[in-house]
């Protein structure tokens, strides 16, 4: 099945710095989403983002599909953005509904 | 509009003991999914339903038994509780039953088997 690799695992930030996460994956897609898992543990959902570059406020994110990545960017970051960010990929179950594979996730500590 | 629903929030079960997760989507969405999450880990689907009235194993089905009672709700059973189940469990649902679509997903059920 398809590999979906994140990186870097663990990131601690100054609050108010910019920082980007990426997700490799072992084959082609087409689409892509971009989870954050807060510290309560609700996942909440970030971007779908099948190619190309999305924006939601301080945050962005770029797929390049044909090189089997995506990035996600957090720009000024706050004590809020802290928690886990989970890159998934669907794939086809049987011709109906699709199956997420995440990736391992990207734990991120924001400091004040 | 509410989204995707779950309950219990937290259960503590001894082993051997069985329940009932229950997941209810009101976003008119026909595909459902039970996924677990262990610590330190990205989650992994333990069933799925494309629509009412079909389910279907995901990659650990073992140990659990799912029903699409409608289209709105789609609950895990727990048959005999092991300490291998104390997990996170998190419900989706998704709109497309053609086409990959985003899931959205449930706060989670917080299961300790003791």
């Known amino acids: 099945g398809i590999q979906v690799e994140q990186s870097p695992p663990d990131l601690i930030l100054q609050e108010g710095a910019n920082s980007t996460l990426r997700c490799n994956f072992s084959d082609s897609v087409n689409n892509l989403q971009w989870f954050h898992q807060n510290p309560w543990g609700q996942l909440i959902n970030l971007f779908y983002?099948?190619?190309g570059t999305k924006q939601n406020g301080r945050l962005s994110a770029t797929t390049v599909a044909t090189e089997r990545y995506s990035l996600l960017y957090i720009s000024s970051s706050q004590t809020t953005d802290s928690g886990v960010y989970f890159c998934?990929?669907?794939?086809?179950?049987?011709?109906?509904?699709?199956?997420?594979?995440f990736g391992g996730g990207t734990r991120v500590l924001v400091k004040p | 509009n509410a989204g995707v629903t779950q309950t219990p929030k937290f259960q503590v079960l001894k082993t051997g003991q069985s329940m009932t997760l229950q997941c209810a989507q009101d976003m008119n969405h026909n595909s459902m999914y039970w996924y677990r999450q262990d610590p330190g880990m990205g989650l992994r689907l333990i069933y799925y339903s494309a629509s009412e009235g079909t389910t279907d194993k995901g990659e650990v089905p073992n140990g659990y038994n799912v029903s699409r009672l409608n289209k709105r709700e789609f609950s895990l059973r727990l048959e005999s509780a092991a300490p291998s189940q104390t997990s996170v469990y998190f419900c989706?649902?998704?709109?497309?039953?053609?086409?990959?679509?985003?899931?959205?997903f449930g706060p989670g059920t917080r299961l300790l088997v003791l």
């Open positions: 989706a649902s998704s709109e497309s039953r053609l086409a990959p679509g985003a899931q959205y």
């Open positions: 998934a990929v669907p794939r086809f179950i049987k011709a109906a509904g699709n199956k997420l594979t």
């Open positions: 983002i099948p190619s």
